[in-house]
């Protein structure tokens, strides 16, 4: 009897340990203060990668700019500074006539919009396919370790960074041929509870949102208060939060949405996506008869399907289709943790192995655009 009660009591020190050893992690982030760094110079083109990056840069232009909204009495309004990636490659006729699609990128914490960029590869994509692609990026004073306050109460509401995040979403707007139907915003952890709440709060401005790794929307309020909603979700907020939203805005638009989530993830716990997926059926009103398809990608199919040797994860993909369309994609990823999936991973925050999330969310934003 003595050794299995010892085994088991050293399993619970160890577990003891481990989420010890989470929570001073999550502490870090959001308590600790950070060295302040000057931001990026301004550059016409997309610079040469950082050594540490083994992604080459796309050819298209990498402009950089800043938002700042009229000053009200007594006040000196914040800056939000962005990056703006404009592909080289030449418009389709399509999008002479109603513009480029517009993809909005919000960083996680301890990133900046630079290496979200360079992590994610998006750019080459949006190269491809002929996306401009914007990157806000939280400013140092306004949080030591660049997070971007989604669990703030007043943020939550509209207020904010949401304003900034979408005067800057118009400025660019007004500056280029952007198509006012095919805006699309995502962000990862911090980023994508962020572009959550930009788009809960104007709805009518995007056509689908994509979360990668984040928190279910509506709680926190504090600290403490949103390092408990990345361990636990929360409960108590799931509805309600989203009842909330719907009441301040009767006419509430359709929202596609696909959320990725890395199944072995600690930092954003899995809980949150699966609480994700109640919002996203509730704010999309999706009827009891919603379809819901499942496809199961094993390792090695992924792997053949990614066009390339490199090691990727199996994933589940979960469809909720309501008239036809597919209106929510959710996909788990196995074994992935707090990281972008099929990222650059010699920059934080990204794993190497597929399946490449920018790619899905591209191939998800493609089937949908805003409704006039």
Not at 137 to 160: E, P, V
Not at 306 to 335: C, F, M, N, P
């Amino acid at each position: 009897m003595v050794k299995p009660a010892s085994k088991w009591l050293r399993g619970l020190l160890r577990a003891g340990k481990a989420q010890q050893r989470t929570a001073s992690k999550l502490a870090r982030v959001l308590f600790e203060p950070m060295t302040t760094k000057p931001l990026e110079k301004p550059r016409v083109r997309m610079p040469a990668a950082p050594a540490t990056s083994a992604s080459p840069p796309a050819p298209g232009k990498w402009l950089t700019a800043h938002y700042a909204p009229l000053p009200e009495l007594g006040q000196v309004p914040r800056r939000l500074p962005y990056f703006l990636y404009l592909p080289d490659k030449a418009p389709s006729q399509a999008m002479r006539s109603r513009g480029r699609p517009l993809l909005v990128m919000l960083h996680g914490c301890e990133q900046s919009a630079t290496q979200f960029a360079d992590g994610t590869r998006m750019n080459r994509l949006a190269e491809r396919k002929g996306y401009a692609v914007l990157y806000p990026q939280q400013s140092l004073r306004a949080h030591a370790r660049r997070c971007w306050k989604w669990y703030d109460r007043q943020t939550q509401d509209g207020g904010g960074d949401v304003g900034l995040i979408v005067g800057a979403i118009g400025q660019v707007a007004a500056r280029y041929a952007i198509d006012p139907a095919r805006i699309y915003i995502c962000g990862l952890s911090a980023g994508a509870g962020m572009a959550h709440l930009v788009a809960l709060n104007h709805p009518q401005l995007f056509a689908a949102v994509g979360l990668h790794s984040g928190p279910v929307f509506g709680a926190g309020h504090s600290v403490l208060g949103a390092m408990n909603v990345m361990q636990h979700g929360a409960p108590a907020r799931v509805d309600s939060a989203i009842e909330e939203v719907l009441a301040r805005q009767l006419l509430f638009p359709r929202l596609p949405m696909i959320l990725l989530q890395g199944q072995a993830d600690s930092v954003v716990r899995p809980v949150n996506q699966q609480q994700l997926v109640r919002q996203a059926i509730h704010v999309n009103r999706m009827p009891p008869e919603t379809v819901i398809t499942v496809e199961n990608v094993p390792a090695s199919a992924a792997a053949s399907a990614a066009g390339s040797r490199k090691r990727s994860h199996a994933y589940a993909v979960h469809d909720y289709q309501a008239g036809g369309e597919v209106l929510l994609r959710v996909i788990q990823i196995e074994q992935l943790e707090h990281a972008w999936s099929g990222g650059d991973a010699s920059l934080p925050f990204n794993d190497r192995a597929g399946p490449d999330a920018s790619r899905l969310l591209l191939d998800f934003f493609a089937r949908h655009q805003r409704r006039r």
